[in-house]
Nanobody, 114 residues
Framework: QVQLVESGGGLVQPGGSLRLSCAAT????????MAWYRQAPGKQRELVAR???????NYADSVKDRFTISRDNVKSTVYLQINSLKPEDTAVYYC????????WGQGTQVTVSS
């Protein structure tokens, strides 16, 4: 089955940047709308950004102009470039299809703290 493995998270100071990667295995990647989600402690998982099969993108208002989602269909990988990080960005970040019909993976932890 198709699996997604997130990586690239870490501990960063406010204002810093990270580049998250989501590597997919399996076939059919280029036919999926892909998305990044995040879940902070005690909060519901939320949609952060999504990218369509043709490259169109959508962002949550809270991350617009700071986060950039992209995809490489050759590598079957989705990326999330996150700039100007704020403490409220602290969460576990997950990738999935949109709608999120795949099983959730382990995610990658992003912690923004001074």
């Amino acid at each position: 089955q198709v699996q997604l493995v997130e990586s690239g998270g870490g501990l960063v100071q406010p204002g810093g940047s990270l580049r998250l990667s989501c590597a997919a295995t399996g076939s059919g990647f280029d036919s999926y709308t892909m998305a990044w989600y995040r879940q902070a402690p005690g909060k519901q998982r939320e949609l952060v950004a999504r990218i369509g099969r043709g490259g169109s993108t959508n962002y949550a208002d809270s991350v617009k102009d700071r986060f950039t989602i992209s995809r490489d269909n050759v590598k079957s990988t989705v990326y999330l470039q996150i700039n100007s990080l704020k403490p409220e960005d602290t969460a576990v970040y997950y990738c999935n299809k949109w709608p999120p019909v795949m099983n959730w993976g382990q995610g990658t932890q992003v912690t923004v703290s001074s």
